[in-house]
């Protein structure tokens, strides 16, 4: 089992440019997560999947956009970025019972200049 | 929303002694989870506790809930170097399907 993984683990862009994190878990979890660490600031919650084909809005959505059109699957969409969307980047799963634990990816590492 | 808030911001220890970390909530809580994130890693899944007045045990590491359910503490005894990182705590928002995380406590110990 691979657990949760993320691609790519580093990537810099430019202001304006768009780019696409991809995030797999292979341990069949109906529920997934995209959190956005920053020093000081914890993890703070993008976006988030209940199930296959559904996502829901977190704390910190703003220019951001997510899709699950495979369960095992959840990308992370940034459509024109700014350099406040410079951040490591984590993505989660858990299982959908009571009180889950959340699984995640090693994290990738944005920088937007 | 929910929110917990979380103390100390960092702490910095002597190898072999104790350090506590604490998280405090203005509301009941059903559970509280707590997780570790060492330097450069990704944060990973410690305990969670449920009852009221519960305390846990993982080696050198012990975890309570409070009587009241409000707060938790992660107690570390004779620390090493092996515990340095973050570590947060972590309740839920609304269902069980989301979590608030608290803004953690980086430990450093000094060898």
């Known amino acids: 089992n691979a657990g949760v993984t993320q691609t790519p683990k580093f990537r810099v862009l430019k202001t304006g440019q768009s780019m696409t994190l991809l995030c797999a878990q292979d341990?069949?979890?109906?529920?997934m997560y995209w959190y956005r660490q920053d020093p000081g600031m914890g993890l703070r919650l993008i976006h988030y999947s209940v199930g296959e084909g559904t996502t829901a809005k977190g704390e910190v959505p703003d220019g951001y956009n997510v899709s699950r059109l495979k369960k095992q699957n959840f990308l992370l969409g940034l459509e024109s970025a700014a350099p406040s969307q410079t951040s490591v980047y984590f993505c989660?799963?858990?299982?959908?019972?009571?009180?889950?634990?959340?699984?995640f990816g090693p994290g990738t590492r944005l920088t937007v200049l | 929303g929910q929110q917990v808030m979380q103390i100390p911001q960092y702490q910095h220890v002597q190898e072999g002694e104790d350090f506590t970390t604490y998280c405090n909530s203005s509301?009941?809580?059903?559970?509280i989870q707590w997780y570790k994130q060492r330097p450069g890693g990704h944060p990973v899944f410690l305990i969670q506790l449920v009852k009221s007045g519960e305390v846990k045990k993982q080696k050198r590491l012990t975890f309570q809930f409070g009587e009241a359910k409000k707060n938790s503490s992660l107690h570390i005894t004779a620390t090493q170097t092996t515990d340095v990182g973050t570590y947060f705590c972590a309740v839920p928002q609304g269902g069980s399907e989301k979590l608030v995380f608290g803004k953690g406590t980086k430990l450093t110990v000094n060898p």
């Open positions: 341990m069949n979890h109906e529920y």
């Open positions: 989660a799963s858990g299982a959908a019972v009571s009180y889950n634990e959340q699984f």
């Open positions: 509301t009941t809580l059903s559970n």
